[in-house]
């Protein structure tokens, strides 16, 4: 595997020579176009000078000058054509061709310089060959001389340019350096990230990243430590949930199981016997309505589900489920009134029957002898309002903040029967119609559930 560091390193690396590369085309090409003309022109001027001062010298000091003139930077090569003497630095290759020296006695310059054979590179300019230098005539005694000459390069580089070489050498070891370590610094955090996903990947919640930095990686981090913590979350409730319904689920059919054993008795009497059937169908319908509802907050789960929204009498709805309800009402002797405005609601009227069933059972079972209950349905300009208000039980203010979790049942006997979903399953609907729902209560007076949905 190509790890993310060496890539970076490599990248850098090509970066470093490619800019090298580029930088020495350039140069080079600066270096024909422009500098190797005024070098050759400029070197042109010092010969000729040369020449015209050595013309007027006594012949026996021209040594001492040639001599001079070495010490200071110049490798210099003097000829008559026959014989030939070198001052200052020394040729690396001394070879001249006998036709030049004699063009150059013959009064012609030499553009060695300017001709030196090596196109692409500057390495002309540090080549030390004779043929490299410039050439000129001059004069003393009647007698005719070549004197070639080039500056000496090791002399010309001085301890400044080896003072610039070195900054520079320092400069690229040390920004090499520090790119390496900057990007180790730059890549831990995302290792770190790597092996925390691994540990997710393996249900391992509590592994919380600790990375404290402002930039993007910092910002992943947190975001990484938010999934972490809903997935953290959304697993406890899953767990939570499952021993629920597990539970949920076990009790009844305890229940049954124990009941069928009494009921295999054959001393029971009828009273017996009928007592026990009847606790036998109630944990039976408990079962079956907890089975129905767990399907639907399943469904309702599935955030792909679309509403079957259509227009239809919201008010007949909610009066036809009251009818519904009428026979449990007489037989708790409780008064229930309505004042429902005709109405009409595009919803999906089959989800928002259970939103009604549930609100309606449950004013029933928490009410008390006697009790009464209240339903109004009204319109405003951008919603409507469902209030269903009963005067029972009641519950407190800290029971209130809980009632819409799965599974959360006040009556911790459970004596009534429930299931702990229905007011879940009240909030999910409602929510998918874009409403809302909201409970008030107060302890042994009674609790009013509004229910806003908007208007399309
Ligand atoms: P359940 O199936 O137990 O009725 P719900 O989700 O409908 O489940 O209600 C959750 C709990 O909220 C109930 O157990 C009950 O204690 C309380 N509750 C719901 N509605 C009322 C109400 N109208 N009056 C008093 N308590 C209520």
Redesign the pocket.
């Known amino acids: 595997m190509k790890t993310l560091y060496s890539k970076f390193v490599i990248t850098t690396m090509l970066v470093m020579i490619g800019s090298l590369c580029i930088g020495f085309l350039a140069t080079n090409t600066y270096y024909h176009q422009v500098v190797k003309e005024k070098n050759d022109a400029k070197n042109v001027n010092i010969a000729r000078e040369i020449a015209s001062y050595i013309e007027t010298t006594k012949p026996e000091d021209l040594d001492k000058y040639f001599t001079t003139l070495g010490g200071i930077g110049y490798q210099i090569y003097v000829t008559d054509g026959d014989e030939g003497q070198f001052f200052g630095g020394e040729y690396r290759d001394k070879s001249m061709s006998s036709k030049v020296v004699d063009r150059v006695i013959g009064g012609e310059i030499y553009h060695g310089m300017r001709e030196f054979p090596k196109e692409t590179f500057v390495t002309g300019f540090f080549a030390n060959e004779l043929i490299n230098t410039i050439g000129v005539p001059f004069t003393i005694e009647n007698k005719h001389y070549a004197l070639f000459l080039r500056p000496d390069i090791r002399l010309l580089f001085s301890e400044v340019h080896t003072i610039l070489a070195g900054l520079i050498l320092v400069m690229t070891i040390l920004s090499l350096l520090a790119m390496l370590l900057f990007a180790k610094a730059l890549i831990r955090p995302i290792t770190k990230l790597t092996e925390a996903t691994h540990q997710l990947a393996h249900e391992k919640f509590d592994t919380l990243l600790n990375i404290d930095r402002a930039d993007e990686i910092g910002q992943l981090a947190i975001s990484f430590n938010v999934m972490t913590e809903k997935l953290q979350e959304n697993d406890r409730m899953r767990k939570e949930f499952i021993s629920n319904v597990s539970h949920d689920f076990q009790s009844p059919l305890l229940n049954i199981q124990g009941y069928i054993d009494l009921l295999k008795n054959p001393s029971l009497t009828e009273q017996e016997r009928q007592e026990y059937t009847m606790i036998i169908e109630l944990e039976t319908k408990r079962l079956s309505t907890l089975t129905k ?1 767990l399907l639907l907050l399943t469904s309702l789960d599935q955030s792909t589900r679309l509403l079957k929204r259509e227009p239809y009498r919201l008010d007949e709805q909610l009066r036809e489920t009251v009818s519904k309800y009428r026979w449990q009402l007489e037989e708790a002797n409780m008064q229930l009134t309505y004042q429902l405005v005709p109405l009409i609601y595009s919803g999906d009227a089959g989800l928002l029957q259970n939103v009604w069933d ?2 309606l ?3 029933i ?3 008390v002898e006697n009790g009464e209950i209240h339903i109004r349905l009204l319109e405003q300009s951008t919603y409507v309002e469902v209030l ?1 208000e ?1 005067s ?4 407190t203010a800290d ?1 209130l903040q809980q ?2 979790d799965r599974f ?4 911790a006997s459970r004596t ?11 909030k999910q609907i409602v929510e998918l119609h874009e409403g809302s729902v909201q ?1 008030e ?1 107060v302890i042994h007076s ?2 009013k ?1 509004f229910i806003r949905l908007p208007k399309l």
């Open positions: 509802q549930n609100l059972t449950n004013a079972k928490y009410n269903i009963d029972g039980l009641g519950i029971q009632v819409f959360y049942r006040v009556d009534k029967q429930g299931t702990g979903l229905g007011l879940a399953i009240v409970m209560s009674g609790t559930v």
